[in-house]
């Protein structure tokens, strides 16, 4: 089994920042791509940004410029950047970690943008 403890979300102004982080631990050998999703009340769950092990990322093009993903191997966290934070980015932000062929989600982590 996988675990996934996400951190790093809450309430922040349009225009600010924060850092979400995932630490994966457990039956992780195998471990490559690791992402981010995010859900919207009333919508479908979204890709926001993705990165492989060995560093290529895909961004949603509603975050490119915005947001930037990173990874610590050494450690099997994944980091989300996000500056430039609009209220349109409000929603409930998820871990997603590949291991071989199986994927596993975190618990997800509130992110609100509002003044």
């Known amino acids: 089994q996988v675990q996934l403890v996400e951190s790093g979300g809450g309430l922040v102004q349009p225009g600010g920042s924060l850092r979400l982080s995932c630490a994966a631990s457990?039956?992780?050998?195998?471990?490559?791509?690791m992402g981010w999703y995010r859900q919207a009340p009333g919508k479908q769950r979204e890709l926001v940004a993705a990165?492989?092990?060995?560093?290529?990322?895909n961004y949603a093009d509603s975050v490119k410029g915005r947001f930037t993903i990173s990874r610590d191997n050494a450690k099997n966290t994944v980091y989300l950047q996000m500056n430039s934070l609009k209220p349109e980015d409000t929603a409930v932000y998820y871990c997603?970690?590949?291991?071989?062929?199986?994927?596993?989600w975190g618990q997800g982590t509130q992110v609100t943008v509002s003044s």
């Open positions: 990165i492989t092990s060995g560093g290529s990322t």
């Open positions: 457990g039956s992780i050998f195998g471990i490559n791509v």
């Open positions: 997603n970690v590949r291991v071989i062929l199986t994927y596993y």
